[in-house]
């Protein structure tokens, strides 16, 4: 089983672009569907965008679809979240997960979670 860790959160101004990333452990990286999960304080974890083992489809929740985009490199056994146009009420910490058999904008069908980075924006 993939451990996970998220990176590249931080605090910027509505308008502005942040880069996640979520390096993965292990040799089978490339076999799990790879997904981007946020949650706000007080509210439930949300979906927000996911992408396929081989990083060619991808599917994102309507509020970030145009201005976020999720990619993967298997060779280096990372998937990103590439946030641009960031809005107040994007903020959350953002989750990195990993689903061997599904592909899913659905919570229950990922079983590895990383630990979270916080995504601050200030309007």
């Known amino acids: 089983q993939v451990q996970l860790a998220e990176s590249g959160g931080g605090l910027v101004q509505a308008g502005d672009s942040l880069r996640l990333s979520c390096a993965a452990s292990?040799?089978?990286?490339?076999?799990?569907?790879m997904a981007w999960f946020r949650q706000a304080p007080g509210k439930e974890r949300e979906f927000v965008a996911r992408?396929?083992?081989?990083?060619?489809?991808?599917y994102y929740a309507d509020s970030v679809k145009g201005r976020f985009t999720i990619s993967r490199d298997n060779a280096k056994n990372t998937v990103y979240l590439q946030m641009n146009s960031l809005k107040p009420e994007d903020t959350a910490i953002y989750y990195c997960?990993?689903?061997?058999?599904?592909?899913?904008?659905?919570?229950?069908?990922?079983?590895?979670w990383g630990q979270g980075t916080q995504v601050t924006v200030s309007s």
């Open positions: 997960a990993a689903s061997y058999s599904y592909i899913s904008a659905d919570a229950r069908f990922y079983s590895v």
């Open positions: 292990g040799r089978t990286f490339s076999n799990y569907n």
């Open positions: 992408i396929n083992r081989s990083g060619d489809n991808s």
